[in-house]
């Protein structure tokens, strides 16, 4: 990922190093403290050092060293509020709703959607299509065969438009205000942040299966079936039963009879 160092002149292998960091101690640490996975949506901490900090705006952290800091708003709270997600999903240029909505179906609830249909143009970034961000996606949107699939996915990503293309906060996209409000294909509606990863939360079901069935692939090395569905249906309602902590989703997993038998001639 090379961000325009024109553009993000603050972007530098430092920086970079900490936003990878940040998310890999993050995880880490759920793990080990045997935490809700569920934290992964939302939370009130992160891992920062003071050049992390600094991009974020926290104030206080000195050193090179991550450390636990408690964090000062809701701004952020999550791996979706991590810059290292956030830039990973912008373009060099500028930031990508389509990108951001996109990561968030194919790896927090586990819904891709399909590939887009041929000869779909690119968004244009002339003065064809004028206004903010979101007035040039709406009217690309008005081709019939882009619509179907960008009003879910278009929606996550305008959710986290307040985070520029490597995470930093924002209010203004050059002279236009940031609208970070949306509404999804089952009528919630949201208008910051920190409302969209609530609802996230409320809808945990879909992130718990997410997960459920990415863990249960990595551990059977094969793709799953529709024979699967059962044990991964089995799988998540354990884990709710028992607080979404990640060493329930793991005993889960190891547990079901398609993991114990797994290879044995049937």
């Excluded at 995880?27 to 050092?49: A, Q, V």
């Excluded at 909505?101 to 041929?118: A, C, E, Q, V």
């Excluded at 924002?170 to 509606?189: F, K, N, Q, V």
């Excluded at 863990?215 to 569905?229: E, F, Q, V």
Aim: negative net charge; glycine residues 8%; proline residues 8%.
């Amino acid at each position: 990922i090379t961000p325009d160092p024109g553009l993000f002149p603050a972007f530098d292998e430092e920086l970079k190093t900490a936003m990878q960091a940040e998310t890999q101690t993050y995880l880490t640490s759920l793990i080990r403290e045997d935490r809700s996975i569920l934290e992964i949506l939302d939370s009130d901490y992160t891992f920062l050092n003071h050049r992390l900090a600094e991009h974020y705006g926290v104030k206080g952290i000195q050193g090179k060293q991550l450390q636990r800091v408690s964090l000062p708003d809701d701004r952020r709270g999550g791996v979706l509020t991590h810059a290292s997600i956030l830039t990973l999903t912008s373009n060099p240029t500028r930031t990508s709703p389509v990108k951001r909505g996109k990561w968030i179906l194919d790896n927090i609830l586990g819904t891709p959607p399909p590939p887009p249909p041929p000869n779909v143009p690119e968004l244009e970034e002339g003065e064809e299509l004028l206004g903010s961000l979101r007035e040039r996606m709406k009217q690309h949107r008005e081709n019939p065969s882009c619509a179907v699939c960008h009003r879910k996915m278009d929606a996550l990503g305008f959710g986290f438009e307040n985070f520029d293309a490597v995470g930093g906060w924002r209010d203004r996209d050059g002279r236009y205000a940031i609208d970070a409000s949306g509404e999804l294909p089952d009528g919630s509606t949201f208008e910051r942040p920190r409302e969209l990863r609530q609802i996230l939360i409320a809808n945990s079901q879909e992130f718990t299966r997410c997960f459920a069935r990415k863990l249960l692939t990595y551990a059977l090395g094969r793709a799953l079936t529709p024979r699967d569905k059962c044990t991964v249906d089995d799988i998540v309602e354990h884990v709710e039963k028992h607080e979404h902590r990640f060493s329930e989703l793991l005993v889960a997993v190891v547990t079901s009879p398609t993991f114990r038998f797994s290879g044995q001639p049937t």
